[in-house]
T-cell receptor, first 112, second 115 residues
Framework: GENVGLHLPTLSVQEGDNSIINCAYSNSASDYFIWYKQESGKGPQFIIDIRSNMDKRQGQRVTVLLNKTVKHLSLQIAATQPGDSAVYFCAENNNAGNMLTFGGGTRLMVKP | EPEVTQTPSHQVTQMGQEVILRCVPISNHLYFYWYRQILGQKVEFLVSFYNNEISEKSEIFDDQFSVERPDGSNFTLKIRSTKLEDSAMYFC?????????????FGSGTQLSVL
């Protein structure tokens, strides 16, 4: 999954800092959201998900926030590490089927 | 940890040729998918497959595309007559349950280059 040439927004953070990656979704009927991480040469890897009846969900070092009013999703990574460097995609599902709709992605670069 | 495996990792073909991309989903999963990512674009849904039939497909998945589960382990995507614009990274994914309840597990992809 090399994203060479993909004109992605890029977030550059210092190792140890917290990162916040944002995503706007368009379908107000979407009721399930997922964050994926894609490292160079690999497929998307699940990070965390959230259903629309929640506004916050925490995992290990990651938190997802959902604001349905403005159709906004964010991923917070605490104490960012060099291994977190990757492209991050949000995806939504409207539960009418199995199709996930992916966002455009954000490249996270962690400086040691 | 179980994973979705895809072969080959890279496939180069001439325009008009048929290609078959292969995937081995996670063994106890019931739902299978193909997505693709054209260079510089988003990951796009192609097709989902359950109980030996297509359950959903996108506009991209026209009659040049087909999927098959020939045995209990493999899941294939066939492009009958490749076009230049079919060049992309193709991802296979599987899930134990219907999307919305379970996350999808993706393979590492097959990079298809049509010349």
């Amino acid at each position: 999954g090399e994203n060479v040439g993909l004109h992605l927004p890029t977030l550059s953070v210092q190792e140890g800092d917290n990162s916040i990656i944002n995503c706007a979704y368009s379908n107000s009927a979407s009721d399930y959201f997922i964050w994926y991480k894609q490292e160079s040469g690999k497929g998307p890897q699940f990070i965390i998900d959230i259903r629309s009846n929640m506004d916050k969900r925490q995992g290990q070092r990651v938190t997802v926030l959902l604001n349905k009013t403005v159709k906004h999703l964010s991923l917070q990574i605490a104490a960012t590490q060099p291994g977190d460097s990757a492209v991050y995609f949000c995806a939504e599902n409207n539960n009418a089927g199995n199709m996930l709709t992916f966002g455009g992605g954000t490249r996270l670069m962690v400086k040691p | 940890e179980p994973e979705v495996t895809q072969t080959p990792s890279h496939q180069v073909t001439q325009m008009g040729q048929e290609v078959i991309l292969r995937c081995v989903p996670i063994s106890n999963h019931l739902y299978f998918y193909w997505y693709r990512q054209i260079l510089g674009q988003k990951v796009e849904f192609l097709v989902s497959f359950y109980n030996n039939e297509i359950s959903e497909k996108s506009e991209i998945f026209d009659d040049q595309f087909s999927v098959e589960r020939p045995d209990g382990s493999n899941f294939t995507l066939k492009i009958r007559s490749t076009k230049l614009e079919d060049s992309a990274m193709y991802f296979c994914a599987s899930s134990p349950d219907r999307g919305g309840n379970e996350k999808l597990f993706f393979g590492s992809g097959t990079q298809l280059s049509v010349l």
